[in-house]
């Protein structure tokens, strides 16, 4: 049987770490233990202006494509999870196989926020698996900064900006196992960007719009619900998983879903700290994190899980 294996991960954070102290000082009338206690987040990183996610997505891919041991040349699927894209049109997956000088493979975005890179690694392994495509690139990049409402402090200090990649491959040794994706598009309102741009202005409001609590619910109820489900397809048991990499939203939620699954708080991967939320660059960000310290290995199970904005949800469980 052709699995689609994990060969290369990589990441990128732009800039120097950015502290719930530096927030405050910068006039958001918030302080440090009003959002570590609510989040668990202690510091974001922000981009500078002009700093696009297509820059961001394009180191991590390199960083992937090098421990892989591949180069540009080899890929022949690139896939971008993002909602914050540089242009409307081209995709960023196009601009980022540009600038990584790769030429014929397919480049396409997957815009499904927060559940982004989820949606995005099941398309990729659907591909792979069906032998149309051997080697892809699977990327979150996003620039959250650019559509935060800066005098909103409910929101503007949850969000942080990064990138993270990883390779696939065609393998005969196990690698995804099992993907899901879900959306619920009736809870479009509870968390959105509900602006656009129509005859050269911004029509709308061009900022994220959330209203956290019913987030909240929605986001621990449906993450234990898609965990159990990669996991029953794959006839693993939840016991069985090595590490959880939830979406790194919040700390309360990463918690209470874990407590959810009976996954003990050793064996969870937590970047939401000196991360923020990164949207779709959350999951290979804490990926790559972890892969790099060592804590992941080779042959352990790794369930991955993302949730945003649609709303929009997807799992993978992944022997890496
Ligand atoms: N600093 C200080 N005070 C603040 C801040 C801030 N940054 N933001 C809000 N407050 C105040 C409010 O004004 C309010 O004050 P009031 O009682 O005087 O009116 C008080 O804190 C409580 O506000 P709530 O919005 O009710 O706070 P809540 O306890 O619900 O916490 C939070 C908000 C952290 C967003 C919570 O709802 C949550 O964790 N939701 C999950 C949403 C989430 O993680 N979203 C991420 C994106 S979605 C995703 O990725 C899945």
Not at 58 to 65: D, S
Not at 114 to 137: P, T, V
Not at 186 to 200: E, R, T
Not at 284 to 308: F, S, T
Request: proline letters at 3%; aromatic letters at 6%; glycine letters at 12%.
């Amino acid at each position: 049987m052709m699995f689609a294996r994990i060969v290369g991960t990589g990441s990128y954070l732009p800039g120097n770490p950015v502290s719930n102290n530096d927030l405050a000082a910068r006039g958001i009338d918030t302080n440090d233990e009003w959002i570590v206690t609510r989040t668990g987040i202690r510091t974001r990183h922000l981009a500078e202006a002009g700093v696009t996610s297509s820059e961001l997505g394009l180191v991590a891919a390199q960083r992937a494509l090098e421990m892989a041991g591949l180069q540009a040349a080899d890929i022949d699927l690139i896939i971008v999870a993002t909602s914050t894209p540089d242009f409307i049109f081209p995709s960023t997956a196009c601009l980022i196989q540009g600038k990584l000088g790769n030429k014929g493979a397919a480049a396409f975005d997957v815009q499904a926020v927060c559940s982004g890179f989820a949606y995005a690694l099941g398309i990729a392994e659907k591909f792979i698996r069906s032998g149309s495509h051997r080697r892809a690139l699977v990327i979150g990049a996003e620039v959250f900064s650019r559509i935060l409402d800066w005098s909103d402090r409910g929101t503007c200090v949850l969000f942080g900006d990064g990138a993270g990649a990883v390779v696939l491959e065609a393998s005969e040794k196990p690698g995804i196992l099992a993907t899901a994706m879900h959306a619920d598009g009736s809870q479009f309102g509870i968390l959105n960007v509900p602006g656009q741009v129509s005859g050269g202005q911004v029509i709308g409001d061009p900022f994220l719009r959330m209203d956290g609590q019913a987030v909240f619910k929605f986001a621990v109820r449906v993450l234990a619900e898609i965990a159990e489900e990669v996991c029953s397809i794959a006839g693993v048991a939840t016991s069985e998983v090595d590490w959880l990499i939830p979406h790194q939203a919040n700390i309360r939620i990463i918690e209470a879903t874990g407590k959810k699954l009976a996954i003990e708080r050793e064996r969870v991967i937590v970047s939401v700290d000196r991360h923020g939320n990164t949207s779709a660059a959350s999951v290979p960000l804490a990926l790559d994190e972890a892969v790099r310290d060592g804590r992941i290995q080779r042959g352990q199970k790794v369930l991955l899980e993302g949730i945003g904005g649609g709303f929009a949800w997807g799992a993978a469980l992944l022997e890496f």
